[in-house]
């Protein structure tokens, strides 16, 4: 199932700066594509319909009849009665992490099937879990509404009625009928708002020649201190300062990020996601060359440093009004939260 293709707020120099114009478009112009974040490959994500208001209520849900802990894959019964009407959710295992707030990023494993048959349509059990935004019609309603308060480490389960799913139409390319209701399971795994950060290892920085970067993980903007009167590098740096142990990024990934970018001469800040006080959801395909180059192999809840050079950079032509001189040397640190 695909999410409807709406465009997330971005922040304003995200398309003229560090999150804008691949290899083709040094020049960050305005008119590169949005970013938004990439549905997985296959096509059952649970997806949008609108934003209609929902009454939650208990039940029914079929039983969970094996893989019944947090983090197992489920299998779930067949509905023997009538669903309700409305959306009905359990807590199957109660968190303890931080609760979810319209405007976050969750990370889930989840699996989804038909009421009346069984039929699972769609699990990221075996996969990997999935990230998206919540309480911005980037998911079906039913999720929206579910989500919306539950605690990290929660295990939930949902009966969803085809009007918080996918309406009168259904989604015939996954097999559900306009008259379907759905049934999720959904692990809780991670939850990322504007004050996330890695929280990987840190990484001794020896090289007195590169920045040095804070490795506080308590959601406030790095500090970034630049060797005075060094020469910038002529070769892209990325290097770790905190290394995590998720996923490593492919090519082509979109990954969630926290970012700063500044100037290797002056110091001085021309973007940030700190400053626009929300996540950044980053296609590595429309990235300037030195981010594509450098985030592939970096894993997941890190904190990477990278030194582009401006030929990896924007070069003699940087983007109207974003603070970048010519052939500038950029240095940004970058909190891969998530791959997407």
């Not at 609108?50 to 969970?64: D, K």
């Not at 109660?94 to 990370?107: E, L, S």
């Not at 996954?174 to 504007?194: E, H, P, Q, S």
């Not at 959801?281 to 970096?298: A, F, R």
Request: positive net charge.
């Amino acid at each position: 199932m695909r999410r409807r293709s709406a465009l997330l707020a971005v922040p304003a120099l995200l398309l003229t700066a560090a999150g804008c114009g691949g290899s083709d478009n040094k020049s960050g112009s305005a008119t590169a594509s949005p970013t938004t974040p990439a549905a997985p490959a296959t096509p059952t994500t649970p997806g949008t319909t609108g934003t209609p208001s929902a009454q939650i209520v208990p039940g029914p849900v079929p039983g969970i009849t094996a893989g019944k802990g947090f983090g197992q894959k489920p299998t779930i019964a067949k509905g023997t009665i009538a669903p309700s009407p409305d959306l009905a959710v359990k807590t199957v295992v109660q968190g303890r992490g931080p609760a979810i707030a319209g405007g976050d990023y969750v990370q889930v494993n989840y699996l989804g099937q038909i009421w009346d048959t069984a039929k699972v349509f769609d699990t990221s059990f075996g996969r990997g879990p999935f990230t998206t935004v919540i309480g911005q019609g980037q998911v079906i309603p039913g999720w929206d509404e579910a989500l919306i308060g539950r605690k990290t480490g929660t295990r939930l389960e949902l009966a969803v009625p085809p009007a918080l799913g996918y309406g009168t139409s259904g989604n015939p390319q996954a097999g559900i009928k306009g008259t379907d209701t759905m049934v999720f399971v959904i692990d809780v795994l991670n939850r990322f708002d504007g004050k996330s950060s890695a929280t990987g290892k840190p990484v001794p920085q020896k090289n007195t020649a590169l920045p040095t970067v804070g490795t506080a993980t308590d959601g406030s903007r790095p500090s970034v201190k630049i060797p005075k009167g060094a020469k910038p590098p002529a070769k892209l740096v990325a290097e770790y300062v905190l290394e995590g142990d998720g996923p490593a990024v492919k090519s082509g990934d979109t990954v969630l990020a926290q970012y700063q970018g500044l100037l290797w001469t002056t110091g001085k800040e021309f973007d940030s996601s700190y400053s626009h006080g929300q996540l950044a959801p980053l296609e590595l395909d429309k990235l300037i060359p030195g981010w594509q180059q450098g985030l592939v192999g970096k894993k997941a809840n890190s904190r990477v440093l990278l030194v582009t050079p401006p030929a990896l950079g924007y070069g003699s032509q940087p983007p109207s009004g974003s603070g970048i001189p010519a052939n500038a040397t950029l240095v940004f640190t970058l909190d891969i939260l998530a791959v997407m």
